[in-house]
């Protein structure tokens, strides 16, 4: 099993995806993930040993949710659909179709993201400590009018679990190239960095 940070953005992508989303889930997680597995379980709505074997965790409004994919699972959705009305005022639970739209503005499709090309960003040649990265690509991405982005790479790359998926994950935001290569920036972006975003950014996933 595993239980996955996303970002609202990141739900918005998943157009054309369905999932069951339970809202106000303080605590653990995994707690959520066993407990929603033994409870559909037992009411008949996860059939033939199937079990929800991943979920996401994501907060919008200062309250935090979780969704249930339902790649993968053997569901009986009639009596999913029951249970969610039944236990609406304790779990609060919607479809993700629904919630997307209702509460988020909609999902992001193909066509409408058209994803503007990464900017190149000098990090070849850089002090390659990841929070100095990671600062630089900040830094560029907001000169490139691409504020949201900066924060949802930011969220993302301190949740990380090693040096190498950090990188990744910056590489999925920005174009790395070397300090030769870039041309029409300053030499360093790295002397404009502010510090201040430095203090907002702390590890959690346990890399050096």
């Known amino acids: 099993m595993s239980i996955e940070k996303i970002t609202e953005k990141q739900l918005r992508r998943m157009d054309g995806k369905?999932?069951?989303?339970?809202?106000?889930?303080?605590?653990?997680?995994?707690?959520?993930?066993?407990?929603i597995n033994d409870m559909l379980t037992e009411n008949g709505i996860?059939?033939?040993?199937s079990r929800f074997k991943d979920c996401s965790v994501f907060s919008h409004d200062e309250c935090t949710c979780i969704l249930f994919p339902f790649d993968g699972a053997d569901l009986d959705i009639?009596?999913?659909?029951?249970?969610?009305?039944?236990?609406?005022?304790?779990?609060?639970?919607?479809?993700?179709?629904?919630?997307?739209?209702?509460?988020?503005?909609?999902?992001i499709t193909d066509e409408q993201s058209r994803e503007r090309q990464k900017p190149?960003?000098?990090?070849?040649?850089?002090?390659?400590?990841?929070?100095?990265?990671m600062g630089i690509?900040?830094?560029?991405?907001?000169?490139?009018?691409?504020?949201?982005?900066a924060k949802e790479m930011r969220e993302r790359v301190v949740q990380c679990g090693s040096y190498e998926e950090a990188l990744n994950t910056l590489g999925e935001y920005v174009n790395i190239v070397s300090i030769d290569e870039y041309y029409g920036c300053e030499e360093d972006d790295s002397?404009?960095?502010?510090?201040?975003?430095?203090?907002?950014?702390?590890?959690?996933?346990?890399?050096?």
């Open 191 to 208: 002397e404009d960095y502010d510090e201040d975003e430095g203090e907002e950014m702390e590890m959690e996933g346990g890399m050096s």
């Open 78 to 107: 009639v009596k999913l659909a029951m249970w969610r009305l039944q236990t609406h005022g304790q779990f609060g639970g919607t479809w993700l179709s629904d919630y997307v739209p209702n509460r988020l503005g909609g999902f």
């Open 120 to 133: 190149d960003c000098p990090l070849i040649g850089q002090d390659g400590n990841i929070f100095n990265l």
């Open 46 to 49: 996860l059939r033939n040993g």
């Open 137 to 149: 690509a900040t830094l560029t991405l907001k000169r490139n009018g691409m504020s949201d982005e």
């Open 18 to 35: 369905e999932g069951l989303i339970l809202q106000g889930c303080g605590g653990d997680p995994q707690e959520w993930l066993d407990g």
